[in-house]
């Protein structure tokens, strides 16, 4: 019997390694709390359905009062727009000191009831719960959750405070006036150190001491279009729109010295306060939105609760973008962005078998019988790159290369693939191109494969371990035997080597 007849006997006798044995392999890796699916896939996304009824209202209605409401709008806007030019005439447009004389007392005035005017000439009828807290009280002012542009008529019945805004929209016509007026913090998303300017102004601005008026951080995404959401709205009888201000929160000293536990109590309160669910869903999901929709992908494919995830994996944003296009690769042309068994198998170019079903069950954490992105980079970052040491490599491809030349040929990397998958007619051509540059794979090569395609990596050490079991366990005469056959997958060390694999 030849070495890759024998390597292949070990590995058809281990517990597990063929089809119909599932039941004797390694109980699922034990999910982390940590990483259950948020509550809401998609909370950057407003979906609203109108029937017919309500379209045809809207209809009849907006013949009348669309006109009429947008004519009215014009003219308030007509008449806001001196007193916010008159205001900003000798301001720089990023402020650096607080206006305090006559212009702000004015100003302010005149455009809170200008904008009470608005709101109502729009139709919208407005109860307050609470009292709004002075900038002495409270210098930050939280709204949540901001949706659309209409969530501005909070700011205007708390005092018209200083919003935090994107820097393009200050060039807006007339809206920019409007915007400066009431001192605004700038953030440019294209600027790097954009985040720690704002943070820094914030704490500035918040420890002058009521000089400054309050900061409020508004931020909105995707829904209904700026014409949609005014003729939508315009055309109602009127909106109704509720606006509480919850009691002030100050931080004890244990959120003091951690901001993100003061953080998480008041957006929990607030949730609680409106009856919804929180995630960690932040900016660089939006931005991850974008680049699934840039790769055909359905947008909310990209969403992954970036925060979180980065925190718990030590992951950066390069490294979950590139994850992004290696998941694009597979699951572009499955049904609805994700990646089925079907798709998991082709990618790796393997047959759909038993180890091929427990790695992708692996993945698959919430059961549903698909992969998606968020699945995908938690089962690489937790199950794949733990396994892809250079150790392990190194072990893997000593495993392949049965005659110890230093190359593994198709005929090794057959035989040993074969015997690991439980398939003894598994036609493995295919992924032996995408290794080898002849007919041989060098070390090199074998690695820089298994570095670029960690999902290899657990179906190597599903091997090894099972492997490693299947001889520790038998006799000692036939112990020696064995450990030859099998081409020193176990290390003679193998009591002392520690595992480095990450608990999920």
Same mark, same amino acid.
């Given at each position: 019997?030849?070495?890759?007849?024998?390597?292949?006997?070990?590995?058809?006798?281990?517990?597990?390694?063929?089809?119909?044995?599932?039941?004797?392999?390694?109980?699922?890796?034990?999910?982390?709390?940590?990483?259950?699916?948020? !509550?809401?896939?998609?909370?950057?996304?407003?979906? $609203?359905?109108?029937?017919?009824?309500? @379209?045809?209202?809207?209809?009849?209605?907006?013949?009348?009062?669309?006109?009429?409401?947008?004519?009215? *709008?014009?003219?308030?806007?007509?008449?806001?727009? !001196?007193?916010?030019?008159?205001?900003?005439?000798?301001? !720089?447009?990023?402020?650096?000191?607080?206006?305090?004389?006559?212009?702000?007392?004015?100003?302010?005035?005149?455009?809170?009831?200008?904008?009470?005017?608005?709101?109502?000439?729009?139709?919208?009828?407005?109860?307050?719960?609470?009292?709004?807290?002075?900038?002495?009280?409270?210098?930050?002012?939280?709204?949540?959750?901001?949706?659309?542009?209409?969530?501005? *008529?909070?700011?205007?019945?708390?005092?018209?405070?200083?919003?935090?805004?994107?820097?393009?929209?200050?060039?807006?016509?007339?809206?920019?006036?409007?915007? %400066?007026?009431?001192?605004?913090?700038?953030?440019?998303?294209?600027?790097?150190?954009?985040?720690?300017?704002? /943070?820094?102004?914030? /704490?500035?601005?918040?420890?002058?001491?009521?000089?400054?008026?309050?900061?409020?951080?508004?931020?909105?995404?995707?829904?209904?279009?700026?014409?949609?959401?005014?003729?939508?709205?315009?055309?109602?009888?009127?909106?109704?729109?509720?606006?509480?201000?919850?009691?002030?929160?100050?931080?004890?000293?244990?959120?003091?010295?951690?901001?993100?536990?003061?953080?998480?109590?008041?957006?929990?309160?607030? +949730?609680?306060?409106?009856?919804?669910?929180? $995630?960690?869903?932040?900016?660089?999901?939006?931005?991850?939105?974008?680049?699934?929709?840039?790769?055909?992908?359905?947008?909310?494919?990209?969403?992954?609760?970036?925060?979180? *995830?980065?925190?718990?994996?030590?992951?950066?944003?390069?490294?979950?973008?590139?994850?992004?296009?290696?998941?694009?690769?597979?699951?572009?042309?499955?049904?609805?962005? #994700?990646?089925?068994?079907?798709?998991?198998?082709?990618?790796?170019?393997?047959?759909?078998?038993?180890?091929? %079903?427990?790695?992708? +069950?692996?993945?698959? #954490?919430? %059961?549903?019988?698909?992969?998606?992105?968020?699945?995908?980079?938690?089962?690489?970052?937790?199950?794949?790159?733990?396994?892809?040491?250079?150790?392990?490599?190194?072990?893997?491809?000593?495993?392949?290369?049965?005659?110890?030349?230093?190359?593994?040929?198709?005929?090794?990397?057959?035989?040993?693939?074969?015997?690991?998958?439980? @398939?003894?007619?598994?036609?493995?051509?295919?992924?032996?191109?995408?290794?080898?540059?002849?007919?041989?794979?060098?070390?090199?090569?074998?690695?820089?494969?298994?570095? %670029?395609?960690?999902?290899?990596?657990?179906?190597?050490? $599903?091997?090894?371990?099972?492997?490693?079991?299947?001889?520790?366990? @038998?006799?000692?005469?036939?112990?020696?035997?064995?450990?030859?056959?099998?081409?020193?997958?176990?290390?003679?060390?193998?009591?002392?080597?520690?595992?480095?694999?990450?608990?999920?």
């Amino acid at each position: 019997m030849n070495r890759c007849s024998e390597a292949a006997a070990v590995a058809a006798t281990v517990p597990g390694s063929g089809v119909g044995a599932a039941e004797h392999r390694p109980p699922m890796v034990p999910r982390q709390a940590s990483f259950i699916p948020p !509550p809401v896939p998609n909370p950057f996304v407003q979906h $609203t359905g109108l029937g017919t009824a309500r @379209l045809l209202q809207a209809f009849l209605l907006g013949i009348i009062l669309l006109p009429l409401r947008l004519i009215l *709008i014009g003219l308030l806007f007509l008449l806001s727009w !001196p007193f916010a030019a008159a205001f900003i005439a000798c301001c !720089p447009e990023k402020p650096t000191y607080p206006v305090t004389d006559w212009r702000r007392t004015v100003t302010h005035l005149v455009l809170r009831y200008l904008g009470y005017a608005l709101y109502f000439s729009m139709g919208f009828k407005v109860s307050v719960k609470g009292k709004p807290a002075s900038a002495l009280e409270a210098p930050i002012f939280v709204v949540a959750p901001h949706s659309s542009f209409f969530d501005g *008529i909070a700011c205007i019945v708390s005092g018209l405070p200083s919003l935090v805004s994107r820097y393009e929209t200050v060039q807006i016509p007339m809206i920019g006036s409007l915007l %400066r007026a009431v001192q605004p913090v700038l953030v440019s998303r294209v600027d790097p150190d954009s985040r720690k300017n704002t /943070i820094n102004e914030i /704490i500035k601005r918040a420890t002058s001491g009521g000089e400054w008026p309050q900061d409020t951080v508004t931020w909105t995404w995707q829904g209904y279009t700026f014409i949609q959401l005014c003729v939508l709205t315009f055309c109602q009888p009127f909106t109704k729109v509720e606006i509480e201000f919850m009691p002030v929160q100050v931080p004890s000293d244990a959120e003091k010295n951690d901001p993100v536990l003061f953080a998480n109590r008041v957006r929990n309160l607030m +949730a609680e306060a409106l009856g919804i669910p929180v $995630t960690d869903h932040t900016y660089e999901d939006c931005r991850l939105m974008i680049s699934a929709g840039q790769l055909t992908l359905p947008m909310e494919a990209g969403l992954v609760e970036f925060t979180k *995830i980065s925190q718990k994996l030590k992951l950066d944003w390069d490294g979950i973008r590139k994850h992004l296009d290696e998941y694009a690769s597979i699951a572009r042309s499955s049904k609805g962005g #994700r990646i089925g068994i079907e798709e998991f198998a082709e990618y790796l170019k393997l047959p759909v078998s038993d180890v091929l %079903r427990q790695l992708f +069950a692996l993945f698959d #954490r919430n %059961r549903d019988g698909t992969i998606d992105f968020r699945e995908y980079v938690i089962g690489l970052a937790v199950l794949c790159h733990p396994a892809n040491t250079e150790e392990i490599i190194q072990v893997a491809f000593k495993l392949f290369d049965i005659d110890e030349d230093g190359y593994i040929t198709k005929e090794e990397f057959s035989t040993i693939l074969q015997a690991s998958l439980g @398939l003894p007619n598994l036609d493995v051509s295919g992924l032996f191109k995408e290794i080898s540059q002849g007919d041989s794979v060098s070390y090199e090569e074998f690695k820089l494969f298994a570095l %670029r395609h960690p999902e290899y990596a657990k179906i190597f050490t $599903t091997y090894l371990d099972l492997q490693t079991s299947h001889v520790y366990s @038998l006799p000692r005469e036939v112990h020696t035997a064995a450990s030859v056959a099998s081409n020193k997958v176990c290390p003679e060390d193998h009591e002392d080597r520690t595992s480095d694999k990450k608990d999920d």
